[in-house]
């Protein structure tokens, strides 16, 4: 997949200010609070005709000094429902949409950041961030993408600075 390419008709990745407005009782109804309205926050939409939009997945990147922190993803299944089914087939063939929306993610905010890290305590999610090019770190649940050429010695410096804020 070109990162710069929508991979999937009727699907559109983005940026977006404001997430609450797009996501917030997605958001409430997998984590049981208000979708976070800082950071940067990257959607999917489904597009099931010219004016009706669906988010289909969220994720939220925290910037933490020199580096993004990954958290707060999710994937409504409730909006492949709404999906024609050769479409949830393409996507379900492609690796899913939240492998898409980190790519996405990588190339449009990579910019901003030497690393993204997710911390990865699901294991659907750890393989997904895997599958999006992240690489595991020595430390459980925490997962980290260098997407620029770094030294290793300052890639094991940011995985310990990132690994000393604990779990986000």
């Known amino acids: 997949m070109n990162p ?9 990745f983005t940026t977006v200010s404001h997430a609450p407005f797009f996501v917030d009782e997605l ?3 997998k984590f049981g609070s208000p979708a976070p309205d800082y950071g940067h926050s990257v959607v999917s939409f489904y597009r099931k005709n010219w004016r009706h ?5 969220y994720a ?7 580096v993004l922190l990954g958290g707060g993803a ?3 299944e409730f909006s ?7 479409l949830f087939a393409e996507i379900k063939e492609a690796g899913g949409i939240y492998v898409h929306l980190l790519k996405f993610a990588i190339h449009h905010l990579g910019a901003d950041c030497e690393a993204f890290f997710g911390y ?12 999006a090019g992240f690489e ?30 604990g779990p986000f």
């Open 120 to 131: 990865a305590g699901d294991k659907l999610a750890y393989e997904i961030d895997i599958m």
């Open 136 to 165: 595991p770190t020595p430390f459980e649940f925490l997962v980290a993408h260098f997407h620029k050429p770094l030294p290793q010695a300052r890639k094991q410096y940011l995985i310990g600075k990132v690994n000393d804020y």
């Open 53 to 57: 939009y669906i988010p289909v997945c």
């Open 4 to 12: 710069i390419s929508q991979p999937f008709e009727d699907i559109f």
């Open 74 to 76: 999710m994937t409504d």
């Open 60 to 66: 939220n990147f925290l910037p933490y000094d020199e």
């Open 27 to 29: 958001f409430k109804r």
């Open 80 to 86: 492949f429902r709404k999906m024609p089914p050769r």
